[in-house]
């Protein structure tokens, strides 16, 4: 809702592998996944993304209830665009989002 509000359009995945078939029928611009997923985690659909071709551009924000370096570190090295802990401040989050987001595409 605070997404929207902020402009931007969502559409939600109940886990990884919806969220992969989601991301492969419309390119998203931007992807923003839990780290804690049922399936596959957040950091290795993170992974499974930047291993794609097709996906491999598009940036990826990270939201987790783990506040440890371990995680982060990780999340780094795989490439994600943006990391931010739970629980959540919405004006941190529209910012990594935000700043995730090519220029043009800013909403």
Sequence with gaps: ??????GFTVRVAADATEAIKTILEDLPDL???DVNMPYLDGLELLQALKGDELTAKVPVVLLTG???D???IRATQLG???YVTKP???DELLGALKRA???ALKP
């Excluded at 809702?1 to 902020?6: D, E, G, K, R, V």
Aim: aromatic content about 4%; hydrophobic content about 45%.
């Design 88 to 90: 959540v401040k919405l």
């Design 1 to 6: 809702m605070h997404l929207n509000a902020s």
């Design 70 to 72: 371990e995680t982060y």
């Design 101 to 103: 987001l090519p220029a």
């Design 66 to 68: 783990r506040n440890d």
């Design 80 to 82: 994600a665009a943006g």
């Design 31 to 33: 992807i923003l996944s």
